[in-house]
């Protein structure tokens, strides 16, 4: 399964994005869905996710309040809406997906996803 990350780019500081993620060929209707950024020089790390079974969401503490997850099952994606956007946000954005329902110590692990997407960059700057 191959997922396809887009709608990265250039933002200004407290400006919005929104990144899409589908499956190519394939059916985003996965039981755990998970957004992750890696900046440069700097490991990947969980910045939402969502579960199917009971839609939890969880955002990590630089995410949240500003980062907003959220499934179009008729688009068959999976969003990441991106407000208040800051220089600290500049990284590449990939989205993650696994059959398995993640609960709160696990959704932010590399590990537990199966599947994930090329990336797109975002680049917070004035």
């Known amino acids: 399964v191959q997922l396809q990350a887009s709608g990265g780019g250039l933002a200004q500081p407290g400006g919005s994005l929104r990144l899409s993620c589908v499956a190519s060929?394939?059916?985003?209707?996965?039981?755990?869905v998970g957004w992750f950024r890696q900046a440069p020089g700097k490991g990947r790390e969980g910045v939402a996710s969502?579960?199917?079974?009971?839609?939890?969401?969880r955002y990590s503490a630089s995410a949240k309040d500003r980062f907003t997850i959220s499934r179009d099952n008729a688009k068959n994606a999976v969003f990441l809406q991106m407000n208040n956007l800051k220089p600290e946000d500049t990284a590449i954005y990939y989205c993650?997906?696994?059959?398995?329902?993640?609960?709160?110590?696990?959704?932010?692990?590399?590990?537990?996803?199966?599947?994930w997407g090329q990336g797109t960059l975002v680049t917070v700057s004035s």
């Open positions: 060929g394939a059916s985003m209707d996965y039981s755990t």
């Open positions: 969502l579960r199917r079974q009971d839609n939890a969401k």
């Open positions: 993650a997906a696994t059959e398995r329902g993640l609960i709160a110590s696990s959704w932010s692990q590399t590990s537990q996803y199966d599947y």
